[in-house]
């Protein structure tokens, strides 16, 4: 099985920044994605960020410009940095990895989330 343990979470001026660490292990072989989702109070869970196997990166329109997902595959770890936040991108923040399995499927693991607040 695989562990994701998210850190970076916290308390935060509009207008400054955050990076959020995913490090993933357990029986891990081959990582064919990895990506950040984000819950506010009150709305559901909503896709912010991924990052292909292949280092293909994709964010939502949302946070173009002012956030950058990476990976460091040596670690297997994820990051999110985050710039210029502001308060709307206040939420949980879950990593999400999806695992190469026998027969071309998949099995798709979360974090337990951390929190980002920012203030105005």
């Known amino acids: 099985q695989v562990q994701l343990v998210e850190t970076g979470g916290g308390l935060v001026q509009a207008g400054g920044s955050l990076r959020l660490s995913c490090a993933a292990s357990?029986?891990?072989?081959?990582?064919?994605?990895m990506g950040w989702y984000r819950q506010a109070p009150g709305k559901q869970r909503e896709y912010v960020a991924s990052?292909?196997?292949?280092?293909?990166?994709h964010c939502a329109e949302s946070v173009k410009g002012r956030f950058t997902i990476s990976r460091d595959g040596a670690v297997n770890t994820m990051y999110l940095q985050m710039n210029s936040l502001k308060p709307e991108d206040t939420a949980v923040y879950s990593c999400?990895?999806?695992?190469?399995?026998?027969?071309?499927?998949?099995?798709?693991?979360w974090g337990q989330g951390t929190q980002v607040t920012v203030s105005s």
């Open positions: 990052i292909s196997l292949g280092g293909s990166t």
């Open positions: 999400r990895v999806v695992v190469a399995a026998l027969g071309g499927y998949e099995d798709v693991y």
């Open positions: 357990g029986s891990i072989f081959s990582i064919n994605a």
